[in-house]
């Protein structure tokens, strides 16, 4: 199941995509990692996905990674007694803590602690930005507002607060019982919605206890403004353009999303760009010239990995959207112009030995011929590093941790293989060789480079290289040790 491409492909199952046969077939288009969104099913409903995934890698013999995405702290206004209203530019609204049916005047807002940071001229957006109101009185449970952009309001809308830092956690109550039933269950990577500050991320780590890896979803201002902090502490990001632009002017999330993707890279973060990619493809078969563009865009960036949401969760073409994102990744990156892209993007500033070793593997690279660079990785941390250098080669991420091999899945240009635990850089270099033939990266005639770290199985000690041949009868007649 080798994948032609570098960047890898996030997939959301849903209802779309729910049993065995689909789940399958989509890992088979192009699927690297699968998506269990903790907003919508039942926890059984997802224990049942999950268990699916993991058959799938079973019978396929290779690494899926898998993304349980938290809900987050989402604000809702409440009922309406007639269930929807006609909201009209011009008049008063009032949101309040009143549990009365709503009405055209007012409606409950049940989140008491937001009516205490809302000042007047605040800005308040209702069903994903259709409805905009501004703040002319405020009180301890009431806040009234001017309708400037009207509209029909239903039953239990979203509300977003560009304004203002919400005086809210990252994680709710049910986020914290999802947190542990999903981390309890194996997930490899765990997403946190609605991150405002670093202190939200550290508070996720704590409960999380090292079960899996936690991705910081921007979706804020407060958490573009606050990003480099955001970033330090956690292990991956994902550009999460639906809430994000609804807080945001439209026009600044493209350069916002390449500033991150940028920023990512240079920290050896994987970072996702996620929403709408494909969205016309949740009813049509094709997707729109727009949306190929935006997805093309993504990987000329140089983002890790890119997300499919409804169009695989809830569309009428599931394996067709994957198969779709798949041709336009193949595509793009068969583009001479993407591989200059991404080396005008790379970072110079290194000062490790590790840096060393992996900028030294991508220019053996790029001025030979060997066809792919194999590191041995307990942690993941020198296959992130080979990856943020962009090489033109696939990069082999051998590991002896299946943990370490699924989450790596999420990583640009990686191909995860598991190994035994070594103790000689001979079988280092034998094991990477077997790897390279076993997975068509490289013939019997062929050579790679391996980086390893000696003594093995130390976390972060990455400090030797070899140009190696993959036929054995010349390593062993090469290598003494």
Same mark, same amino acid.
């Given at each position: 199941?080798r994948r032609h491409r570098s960047i890898k ?53 290779? !690494? ?61 957006l209702i069903n994903d930005g259709k409805i ?107 550009i999460a353009r639906g809430d994000l632009g ?71 073409? !599931? ?160 290598? !003494?040790?």
């Amino acid at each position: 199941m080798r994948r032609h491409r570098s960047i890898k492909i996030v997939a959301t199952l849903g209802p779309a995509s729910s049993d065995y046969e689909t789940i399958r077939k989509l890992f088979e288009a192009g699927a690297d990692v699968f998506r269990l969104n903790m907003s919508h099913g039942s926890q059984d409903q997802i224990k049942s996905r999950h268990q699916m995934i993991r058959k799938v890698e079973k019978e396929l013999q290779r !690494p899926i990674a898998i993304l349980a995405d938290l809900q987050g702290p989402k604000l809702r206004v409440g009922a309406f007694q007639n269930l929807e209203e006609t909201l009209e530019i011009g008049a008063n609204f009032r949101l309040d803590l009143l549990q009365d049916l709503g009405d055209k005047d007012r409606v409950q807002f049940p989140h008491k602690e937001i009516f205490q940071v809302l000042d007047v001229g605040s800005t308040i957006l209702i069903n994903d930005g259709k409805i905009r109101l501004e703040v002319l009185r405020c009180g301890l449970d009431f806040v009234e507002c001017l309708i400037l952009v009207g509209g029909v309001i239903s039953n239990n809308k979203g509300v977003n607060l560009p304004d203002v830092v919400l005086p809210v956690k990252a994680l709710s109550e049910k986020d914290k019982n999802d947190l542990e039933f999903i981390c309890n269950l194996g997930v490899d990577w765990l997403a946190l919605s609605f991150v405002q500050r670093p202190e939200d991320v550290q508070e996720a780590r704590v409960l999380v206890k090292n079960r899996a890896a936690i991705m910081s979803k921007i979706e804020k201002p407060a958490a573009v403004e606050r990003f480099d902090s955001i970033l330090e502490v956690s292990d991956g990001i994902m550009i999460a353009r639906g809430d994000l632009g609804v807080e945001m002017p439209v026009h600044k999330i493209p350069p916002i999303q390449k500033k991150l993707i940028r920023k990512c890279r240079e920290f050896a973060k994987p970072v996702i760009v996620a929403t709408q990619m494909l969205e016309s493809m949740i009813k049509s078969p094709i997707p729109t010239r727009a949306e190929v563009s935006d997805v093309a865009t993504a990987i000329y960036e140089g983002a890790d990995a890119i997300m499919l949401s409804a169009e695989s969760a809830a569309g009428d073409f !599931p394996v067709e959207s994957v198969q779709t994102m798949n041709d336009i990744a193949i595509e793009v990156e068969n583009d001479s112009n993407h591989r200059k892209i991404l080396a005008a993007q790379r970072i110079g500033n290194k000062q490790s030995v590790a840096d060393a070793i992996v900028s030294a593997a991508r220019e053996i690279a790029e001025t030979t011929s060997v066809k792919a660079i194999c590191c041995f990785s307990q942690s993941g941390t020198t296959a992130l590093l080979i990856s943020r250098e962009r090489p033109h080669v696939p990069i082999i991420a051998m590991t002896a941790l299946v943990s370490t091999a699924r989450r790596l899945c999420l990583t640009w240009g990686t191909h995860s293989v598991l190994t035994d635990e070594l103790e000689r850089f001979k079988m280092a270099v034998i094991n990477a060789s077997r790897a390279a033939i076993k997975y068509k990266f490289a013939s019997q005639k062929d050579y790679i480079v391996v980086t390893a770290g000696v003594p093995f199985n130390i976390p972060g000690s990455t400090n030797i290289l070899r140009v190696a041949p993959c036929d054995e009868r010349l390593i062993f007649s090469s290598e !003494p040790n």
